[in-house]
């Protein structure tokens, strides 16, 4: 092969992944331009790039009572991360720096969880929740997502404690520190990076889940994903506002995504991959 | 302590970690089970009791006759397996666990594989910068709400205004309606793919260039570089991979938010078949002996999967 067909292949790949890019970010694209659009031209037949920016779009949304289900997102999601972090904390310390045999065993235990399909729970969960009057209530939702994210948090935080080196654990313990003093003051400093992107994470999955909140939810305590999906219809009427909404409701997870990302293979593959 | 006996020390826990073995040793300062126990029992409980339990209830309602209304929702019967036999005669059923084998393997092992991979080969050589942007801007599919996706891809596809017939000149076809199987494992292949890149990008830094090099320099074509050089490095990625997306895929919901199911059952995944039966057409029993089914081939695969975390440590 020489040199200048070589390169002439390169520019061609080069070509077909600047196209692939585009083909995987126009729909991101087209959101955030029809958010600014007047209805009429968001809806319209012809796509059109070149436009004067509203934000009647926008004021419709808020019309509708987003702001409402965005707070009921937010609850939901700081909660439940909350809640998967100070749990997994504990948990993973005895899972990696000081481990016993059988305690051990659990971390099989969590990992298979992680695998468990919310179809197969969400029934017995709604008829529980039906039962007790606890259906359409923010918080328990958020113990669901909770435990939901705790098995993702556990192994992630385990797998950034493996790394801690032993000997400054080693030399607290000489000082006398006590097992609290020891985590708080000694473990969760080094792995301070490890545990926000834990709580990043799970705070994407929480604010992401539509499955479990159109089923658990119904008025007061609806989230964000299933509110929008509502209104997901393909006549495109609601074209701006909804974009407008989607706008709003993406900005969280993409600024929450954007700082996690070196992290979430390493999270999401339950710390198989570094 | 001298460096020596130092290293000697973390070789040995380091040991201990990757091997899963004899791990009593190393709990030298006497954390004791009792307290290690303590530490991870709220774990446990709360996965216990949200995920669980739940699920062992599934298991009991899949053979019971349990509906969402009338008689058999006071007064569920037990039928045995009766549930499990009629899911096996139901045309819709077995419909339904082909068209989820499809998606999984259209969109996931051969959409996102393929898609995440190649993306990942050609960011291998630019610029760090462009590189970077063009992973945010990839990992924005995967990271954005399935709702808000799903929104995106139905005014995308729509027949009626849609903006791919606009740009095809192929107005009024109503691609979700016309072929939605093909919509949904495109979608999902968009969806996901950026998980695999980063997956695929983080592996092919492990491979030594010099290989590659020499490779090159043996004149061994871009195939045979893949083949002899880049896949015998990154075996272990490309399995951890395919049995991730392969069960989000078998597990996602948000097909439902496209096509929920249709037309006439047409691209009802067993998530979507689930949710249809169970708590649209109101058989719980039914619907939660499908769910028992799905668990079991997850367990299947995360038996696998944990199989493959032990070994790599």
Do not use: C
């Amino acid at each position: 092969m020489n040199s200048s067909t070589r390169s002439a292949r390169g520019a061609l790949v080069t070509l077909v992944t600047w196209i692939l890019v585009l083909i995987f970010f126009f729909p991101v694209l087209w959101m955030f331009l029809n958010g600014f659009k007047p209805e009429s031209l968001a809806s319209s037949i012809n796509p059109s790039f070149i436009f004067k920016p509203v934000t009647e779009g926008y004021q419709l949304a808020m019309d509708r009572g987003m702001a409402g289900y965005l707070q009921n997102s937010l609850t939901a999601a700081v909660t439940s991360t909350i809640i998967s972090v100070l749990l997994a904390i504990p948990a993973a310390y005895a899972l990696s720096i000081r481990r016993v045999k059988n305690v051990q065993n659990s971390l099989s235990f969590f990992i298979s969880t992680r695998f468990m399909p919310l179809a197969a729970i969400v029934l017995p969960l709604f008829m529980i929740f039906k039962t007790v009057g606890l259906l359409d209530n923010i918080y328990v939702l958020a113990i669901v997502y909770g435990a939901m994210n705790l098995p993702v948090t556990v192994w992630m935080m385990r797998s950034f404690l493996l790394e801690v080196p032993f000997e400054i654990i080693e030399a607290a313990r000489v000082d006398g520190a006590g097992m609290f003093r020891e985590i708080v003051r000694i473990v969760l400093p080094l792995v301070l990076p490890g545990v926000a992107a834990a709580a990043l994470i799970s705070f994407i999955f929480a604010w992401n889940e539509y499955f479990l909140a159109l089923l658990l939810t119904s008025s007061a305590a609806r989230t964000t994903p299933p509110f929008l999906g509502s209104f997901v219809d393909g006549r495109g009427q609601f074209l701006a506002v909804l974009s407008a909404a989607a706008t709003i409701a993406a900005l969280p997870v993409i600024i929450a995504g954007w700082v996690a990302q070196k992290q979430l293979v390493r999270g999401l593959s339950m710390g198989a991959i570094k | 302590m001298t460096a020596t006996a130092d290293r000697k020390v973390r070789s040995n826990r380091e040991a201990g970690a990757r091997a899963g073995g004899p791990v009593d040793s190393i709990d030298a300062a006497g954390l004791g089970r009792a307290r290690a126990a303590g530490l991870v029992a709220p774990a446990l409980v709360l996965v216990l009791a949200f995920l669980v339990v739940p699920a062992a209830w599934t298991v009991y309602l899949g053979v019971t006759d349990y509906r969402l209304t009338g008689i058999q929702a006071a007064n569920p019967e037990f039928v045995g397996l009766d549930n499990f036999t009629a899911a096996l005669a139901d045309p819709d059923f077995r419909n339904s666990l082909w068209l989820t084998l499809l998606f999984v393997l259209g969109s996931a092992i051969v959409g996102q594989t393929v898609a995440g991979f190649a993306l990942a080969w050609t960011l291998r050589t630019v610029p760090k910068l462009v590189r970077s942007v063009v992973e945010t801007l990839v990992l924005l599919a995967w990271i954005l709400p399935s709702s808000i996706v799903a929104f995106l891809w139905v005014a995308y596809l729509s027949g009626d205004g849609g903006t791919l017939n606009a740009m095809l000149q192929t107005s009024g076809t109503e691609w979700l309606l016309e072929h939605p199987m093909a919509s949904i494992i495109v979608f999902n292949t968009w969806r996901g793919t950026a998980f695999s890149m980063l997956l695929f990008s983080a592996a092919l830094g492990a491979v030594p260039p010099s290989q590659l090099e020499s490779a090159r320099l043996a004149g061994a074509g871009a195939f045979a570089q893949l083949r002899d050089v880049v896949l015998p490095h990154i075996r272990g990625h490309v399995l951890t991979n395919t049995l991730l997306i392969s069960l989000w895929t078998f597990n996602d919901f948000s097909p439902y938010l496209l096509t929920a199911g249709g037309p006439n059952h047409a691209s009802e995944t067993l998530p979507v078949f689930i949710y249809n039966k169970a708590l649209y057409g109101g058989q719980l029993g039914y619907g939660s002996a499908i769910s028992f089914i799905m668990l079991l081939i997850n367990l299947v695969i995360a038996l696998f999967y944990v199989r493959l975390l032990r070994e790599r440590r």
